[in-house]
T-cell receptor
Framework: KQEVTQIPAALSVPEGENLVLNCSFT??????LQWFRQDPGKGLTSLLL?????REQTSGRLNASLDKSSGRSTLYIAASQPGDSATYLC??????????FGKGTRLHILP | NAGVTQTPKFQVLKTGQSMTLQCAQD?????MSWYRQDPGMGLRLIHY???????DQGEVPNGYNVSRSTTEDFPLRLLSAAPSQTSVYFC?????????FGSGTQLSVL
């Protein structure tokens, strides 16, 4: 059974710093991995989607990497801003077409 | 495009009451799904549909019913609400491999 783990559960970082969020999964037979952002009281917004054949995707200050063989992904946020404060979730699309989510990392950027 | 629209945003029920959470999307996506989000549990799939007339169970389907009579709508029914169903419910549609979420329904069952 696929399990997706995100560590740490919460993170506080001073504004301007670069940071890395981690995601690991137990079954490497995935189609893709997706990173989402969730603001309090809101739904999830897709940030980046990495296909299983890709190593990384970039969007602005965000860079997501995927190492399928080791079951790991990272989300790198450059030059963090208070507006980046949110919960970040990763999710994998399994071969059985089910999407499995991690529990998220709550990120707080300190002004 | 409104995207994925969920109603209501908030609901309080008494144990044993029934209700329907509404979900509609205007993107003509075939795939739609319902998740619940609980503290410490993450998002868990309740039911999903790959097209009109087709539904299937997810990870936690007990206590919930769904139907999909049109591509646009995917309602979630609670037949007899229980306190264990207190949660935030999200509807999502999917195009290719990308998920699009509604803003959620916060449900409390007393």
């Amino acid at each position: 059974k696929q399990e997706v783990t995100q560590i740490p559960a919460a993170l506080s970082v001073p504004e301007g710093e670069n940071l890395v969020l981690n995601c690991s999964f137990t079954d490497s037979a995935i189609y893709n991995l997706q990173w989402f952002r969730q603001d309090p009281g809101k739904g999830l917004t897709s940030l980046l989607l990495i296909q299983s054949s890709q190593r990384e995707q970039t969007s602005g200050r965000l860079n997501a990497s995927l190492d399928k063989s080791s079951g790991r992904s990272t989300l790198y946020i450059a030059a963090s801003q208070p507006g980046d404060s949110a919960t970040y979730l990763c999710a994998v699309l399994n071969r059985d077409d089910k999407i499995i989510f991690g529990k998220g990392t709550r990120l707080h950027i300190l002004p | 495009n409104a995207g994925v629209t969920q109603t209501p945003k908030f609901q309080v029920l008494k144990t044993g009451q029934s209700m329907t959470l509404q979900c509609a999307q205007d993107m003509n996506h075939e795939y739609m799904s319902w998740y619940r989000q609980d503290p410490g549990m993450g998002l868990r799939l309740i039911h999903y549909s790959v097209g009109a007339g087709i539904t299937d169970q997810g990870e936690v389907p007990n206590g919930y019913n769904v139907s999909r009579s049109t591509t646009e709508d995917f309602p979630l029914r609670l037949l007899s609400a229980a306190p264990s169903q207190t949660s935030v419910y999200f509807c999502a549609s999917r195009l290719n491999e990308k998920l699009f979420f509604g803003s959620g329904t916060q449900l409390s069952v007393l």
